[in-house]
């Protein structure tokens, strides 16, 4: 079984400035896929990035950038120039390659950024 | 109007009653999803569906039940609501290998 870890419950970063979030996960598997989800206030689940495990190269989305270390296993989101739109729980999740594509979810981080 | 649509939004129902959670989707995919959503845990699976009457246990399927009578809709249901069934609950629908699409989430509270 998969195992999805994010071990900062909450952080907080200033309008403007760069967080970065942690992920790590635990797999046997060698095709998968990692997503970063956020949720704001008004519950919605949105896709903010994705990852496939094969890809080398980090994805990138606007202000959303990953870096995707497979063999330390780890998955951080950072985000730059920080809004206050940003302001969310994120969580990572990790998928397998077909076998039911069942999302396993990070325990997720509360992120707020201040004015 | 949303590509996933879950009702009720919020629901309060006592300890002991039986309550329904519905999901229709808009997406003409096949594969339906519940999680559901506690502080500190992320999100977990309850069930999930394949295909119309194709039914398959999650994570933490003791308690409820599901039905899938066709391929836009995924009802989950609580036979006999608990206190500690109080959370929120997503459905979710994708196709292979692509990203999960949420509903807006339903979030029950159960006294």
């Known amino acids: 079984a998969q195992t999805v870890t994010q071990s900062q419950p909450e952080m907080s970063v200033q309008e403007a400035e760069t967080v970065t979030l942690s992920c790590t996960y635990d797999t046997s598997e060698n095709n998968y896929y990692l997503f970063w989800y956020k949720q704001p206030p008004s519950r919605q689940m949105i896709l903010v990035i994705r990852q496939e495990a094969y890809k080398q190269q980090n994805a990138t989305e606007n202000r959303f950038s990953v870096n995707f270390q497979k063999a330390a296993k780890s998955f951080s989101l950072k985000i730059s120039d920080s809004q206050l739109g940003d302001t969310a729980m994120y969580f990572c999740a990790f998928m397998k390659h077909n076998a039911g594509n069942m999302l396993t979810f990070g325990g997720g981080t509360r992120l707020m950024v201040k004015p | 109007d949303a590509d996933v649509t879950q009702t009720p939004r919020n629901r309060i129902t006592k300890t002991g009653k039986r309550i329904m959670l519905e999901c229709s989707q808009t997406?003409?995919?096949?594969?339906m999803y519940w999680y559901r959503q506690d502080p500190g845990l992320g999100l977990r699976l309850i069930y999930y569906?394949?295909?119309?009457?194709?039914?398959n246990k999650g994570e933490i399927s003791d308690g409820y039940s599901v039905s899938r009578q066709a391929q836009a809709k995924f009802s989950l249901s609580l036979e006999s609501a608990i206190p500690n069934q109080t959370a929120l609950y997503f459905c979710?629908?994708?196709?292979?290998?692509?990203?999960?699409?949420f509903g807006q989430g339903t979030r029950l509270t159960v006294v």
């Open positions: 979710a629908t994708k196709d292979s290998n692509t990203e999960a699409f």
């Open positions: 997406k003409g995919h096949d594969r």
């Open positions: 569906s394949f295909d119309v009457k194709d039914i």
